[in-house]
């Protein structure tokens, strides 16, 4: 996938449709196939079908919540940096739902950053406040908080988008 080249792309979407297709019962890599599908159709450059997946990574794991990818986080990041404010209210309810299994200093940064925006957009500045305060106190953060693993899960590198924003206020 990472390739980037075309026909590589497309035949890694004919093996996953095909693991969809000949083991319709296998729960545990499911959401991980959405999940790629919808990588590759963001590095495709199609939005509306990377989205649909990663939706459908999000709603099977509702179903099979011991299956985990980082789906949500990466659908509510296009949701907000592409300001389809018709899903607002669903990435609010799916990124507050997740705060509390946040393990990684970056995930924290990311979730946090996003719910300051969505409630700035919302108009409620005291929370969004609060929640800019923890993405910048996670981004700055110099461990990950694990024992044998201190540097994995930190913010290597700040995103603009969020920044801009989150720096407002």
């Known amino acids: 996938m990472y ?17 969809l297709d000949d083991y319709p019962d296998n729960n545990l890599e499911k959401s991980s196939v959405y ?10 450059k199609n939005l509306e079908k990377a989205i649909e997946y990663y939706r459908k990574a999000i ?13 949500d986080i990466i659908y509510s990041e296009l949701i907000i940096k592409n300001k389809l404010t018709n899903e607002y209210l669903n990435v609010e309810k799916i990124l507050e739902e997740k705060i509390s299994g946040l393990l990684f200093p970056i995930d924290k940064y ?32 110099e461990t990950s908080g694990l024992r044998y693993h201190k540097h994995l899960g930190i913010v290597s590198e700040r995103d603009d988008f969020f920044d801009r924003i989150i720096n407002k206020l």
């Open 59 to 71: 709603d099977f794991e509702k179903v099979y919540p011991n299956v985990k990818t980082n789906s």
């Open 3 to 19: 390739t980037k080249d075309n026909k590589l792309l497309k035949i890694a979407k004919e093996l996953l449709q095909k693991v």
């Open 110 to 141: 990311k979730v946090f950053s996003m719910l300051a925006i969505l409630n700035y957009y919302n108009s409620n500045i005291q929370t969004a406040k609060g929640y800019a305060l923890l993405a910048n106190e996670n981004a700055q953060a």
């Open 35 to 44: 999940k790629t599908f919808g990588d590759i159709f963001l590095l495709e």
